[in-house]
């Protein structure tokens, strides 16, 4: 169970598990390391994956840094740091997305490609800046208890998997939660998306149609190649609802451009 040790810094928990090509997962606000067990368990098998709980997330410690998605994604390298690995495919979930976007534009050099679940590079529809709203006010009110029920009803069927994800979440603290979601609603990459280099792979659930929208801008604005797949019968939750699937397209992807 190793965690960063850099001085006077949060203590960032991750896990490592497998050989081969470094694949890096980073997850949305408050669900931690957990939200990808089924991706760590299918493809660990083939590559080196690494899962990390974010930074006031889960196992992680946290410090009086204010909260930005320039810090975050400078704790994502020192996670690459810490597990030795030069350069790495990194995906991220929802808004963790946003998280892996900075980490490729500041940090090309230690980025194979990026693999984006649901990603966005602004949020500029109406149903998603409604979502973040919804959780700020819900995090404000110290509602922690509703936000695990409804994060963990909505990614899990398995009723001892949707415990484990309703206790997981509660570890973090409201007020933090409130700081990730504010940041994320603020977050903007758009003008930047020329920056990123490396391949880049979109993965949207079909039924996920309100952040469909959002593929033109990373296919009009991005310089490396950019693919995008989308899942059949599932919305936003593609790595709990769909993980054999959203396998299949990341060992292609990263065979195709290791």
């Not at 709980?53 to 992680?60: A, E, I, P, T, Y």
């Not at 995090?139 to 208890?145: D, F, N, S, V």
């Not at 790595?239 to 990263?254: D, E, G, H, L, M």
Request: with cysteine.
């Amino acid at each position: 169970m190793p965690w960063t040790k850099d001085r006077h810094q949060a203590a960032i928990y991750f896990e490592k598990e497998g050989r081969g090509v470094p694949l890096l997962f980073v997850h949305p606000p408050a669900m931690g390391h957990v939200t990808f067990r089924r991706q760590k368990n299918g493809l660990s098998k083939k590559f080196k994956v690494l899962t990390l709980d974010l930074r006031g997330n889960g196992r992680s410690g946290n410090d009086d840094t204010s909260l930005s998605m320039e810090l975050l994604a400078e704790d994502v390298i020192r996670v690459l740091d810490a597990a030795r690995v030069k350069r790495a495919f990194i995906c991220g979930y929802s808004n963790g997305g946003s998280i892996v976007q900075e980490v490729a534009i500041r940090y090309p050099d230690r980025v194979c490609g990026i693999i984006l679940l649901g990603g966005f590079s602004e949020v500029n529809s109406f149903l998603l800046r409604n979502e973040f709203r919804a959780g700020i006010l819900a995090a404000k009110a110290k509602q922690m208890t509703l936000i695990s029920r409804v994060l963990a009803v909505a990614h899990e069927r398995d009723s001892e998997k949707k415990r484990q994800l309703r206790h997981y979440i509660r570890k973090m603290s409201p007020s933090v939660l409130e700081e990730y979601y504010r940041i994320g609603l603020a977050y903007k990459s758009t003008e930047r998306l020329e920056c990123i280099y490396c391949p880049v792979l979109l993965l949207y659930g079909r039924r996920d149609d309100y952040v469909h929208h959002y593929r033109h801008l990373f296919h009009n604005n991005v310089t490396g190649p950019v693919e995008q797949v989308l899942v059949d019968d599932v919305g936003h939750q593609l790595p709990t609802k769909k993980a054999s699937a959203v396998q299949q397209v990341i060992t292609r992807f990263i065979l195709q451009y290791r």
